[in-house]
């Protein structure tokens, strides 16, 4: 009876191992993006535009922009990339921004700027029917917009 016991406590304590394991091994992308969210927030009162390399704080080469309600699969096709925790915007005024370095996604922004605590919006002549994109060899000049607790950055 005891080693059944002994064994019930030892599987549970692995299943406790696992479970915290994963809560505490985030994405690389989700990571990214917390680190651009503080970068952002911190972004002084009386500075006016930023170029978006200055506060990425983690190496890019292309950012796309993708327009409301594109599909996943869509997604996954422009990029060249498809991981697993990709949503689609539902509704206008939500972001879906995507950071890729050397092919792979290194920051995915995703939802309403309201809830999120910041936005990003941008446009560029190189675009694909369902968004923009940018490279790091673009101008990167964005103006800051301050809208009660939220900041915006647009280009």
Not at 1 to 6: E, F, G, L, T, V
Not at 124 to 142: M, P, R, T
């Given at each position: ?6 064994v ?5 304590g ?45 190496e890019?080469?292309?950012?796309y ?91």
């Open positions: 009876m005891k080693s059944k016991k002994a019930v406590i030892i599987a549970f692995i299943l406790c191992i696992a479970i915290l394991i994963k809560l505490l091994n985030k994405d690389l992308w989700d990571v990214n993006e917390e680190l651009l969210k503080e970068e952002v927030l911190s972004i002084g009162h009386s500075v006016e535009t930023i170029n978006l390399l200055d506060i990425t704080p983690f890019w080469d292309v950012v922009s993708f327009k409301p309600y594109t599909p996943k699969d869509y997604i996954y096709e422009t990029v060249g990339y498809k991981w697993d925790r990709i949503s689609e915007t539902v509704n206008e005024g939500m972001n879906q921004i995507v950071f890729l370095k050397d092919g792979k996604v290194v920051c995915y922004l995703y939802g309403y700027p309201e809830n999120n605590g910041y936005g990003i919006s941008f446009e560029s002549e190189n675009n694909k029917d369902a968004g923009h994109i940018l490279s790091v060899k673009d101008d990167l000049k964005f103006q800051i917009e301050r809208s009660n607790y939220l900041v915006y950055l647009r280009n």
